[in-house]
């Protein structure tokens, strides 16, 4: 008997309860954020029990909530932190690290970029200098965001309702003097930091560190990354070293934002120094 050659089908493999989980998923659009059980089987061709079950499934990973009737469904967080970490991952990444790694060569600092997810700071892309002094932080390192100058920027857009939910306790943790005690004090700062195209701040989270912070703007000018440039608290006075960090930082920022094809909101004066610069 002539040996045949058995080829395996995709379908095989198949899981079909993650292939209709996913399938719910995809039907949520931009035009139409809420969907009800009933709907959503007639679409799939599901029994409406299969997609109860499903959607409670969903639900208790995160990935679907409900609406404000309490009846229909809608995306939720988890599949804004999984497409948050696919931007962090991929775009971010891959686009960002040159980037920085031409900024750590003009200014001969140490150049990071860090995302927020829920209360930390991520870091997710660095580009070292040789220096005398060095800190703790890593690839993957998360920080408080609170107590941070890259986070006050990655909080900058939260209402202070929504900075209220995301900090419920009375008193916020006390990383260093400078951590603000309060929800009330960590949102005044944030509207202060509205005023300047970055945050600056020696000794801020470490005593021996200084830290520039500049947004990395998205889609409609939303804030989706911090640029961070880290150098010695003893170099804080300098006023030349300082401004030159700031435009430095703030172009690279901008070409960033450029290189992820959406529109960057930063001031006209460094605007006009990005087309200088080409």
């Not at 395996?8 to 039907?27: A, C, F, N, S, W």
Request: proline share 5%; aromatic share 6%; with cysteine.
């Amino acid at each position: 008997m002539d040996n045949v050659l058995k080829i395996e089908t995709p379908d095989k493999y198949t899981v079909p309860g993650l292939d209709r989980g996913l399938r719910i998923l995809r039907e949520f659009t931009r035009h139409e954020q809420v969907l009800s059980a009933p709907e959503l089987a007639r679409r799939l061709g599901i029994p409406r029990s299969t997609v109860f079950r499903l959607l409670a499934t969903l639900e208790g990973l995160g990935f679907i909530e409900r609406d404000a009737g309490g009846r229909d469904y809608c995306l939720g967080l988890g599949v804004l932190r999984l497409g948050f970490e696919c931007l962090a991952s991929k775009e971010l990444t891959e686009l960002g690290k040159p980037i920085l790694e031409k900024l750590r060569d003009q200014v001969n600092y140490t150049c990071n970029l860090v995302v927020r997810d829920g209360r930390s700071v991520v870091y997710v892309v660095r580009s070292v200098a040789s220096s005398p002094y060095s800190n703790t932080v890593q690839l993957g390192t998360r920080l408080p965001a609170h107590a941070t100058l890259l986070g006050r920027v990655l909080l900058s857009e939260l209402s202070y309702t929504q900075l209220q939910e995301l900090y419920p306790e009375e008193r916020l943790q006390a990383v260093t003097d400078k951590t603000p005690d309060t929800v009330a004090e960590l949102y005044r700062r944030i509207q202060a930091d509205k005023n300047s195209q970055c945050v600056f701040e020696p000794a801020y989270f470490e005593p021996s560190i200084a830290t520039l912070a500049v947004p990395v703007r998205g889609e409609r000018g939303a804030v989706v990354s911090a640029l961070g440039v880290t150098l010695p608290s003893s170099h804080a006075d300098d006023a030349a070293i300082v401004a030159r960090l700031t435009r430095a930082a703030c172009a690279a920022a901008g070409e960033l934002s450029q290189l992820l094809d959406h529109i960057v909101a930063m001031p006209n004066s460094e605007i006009s120094r990005l087309h200088e610069r080409k």
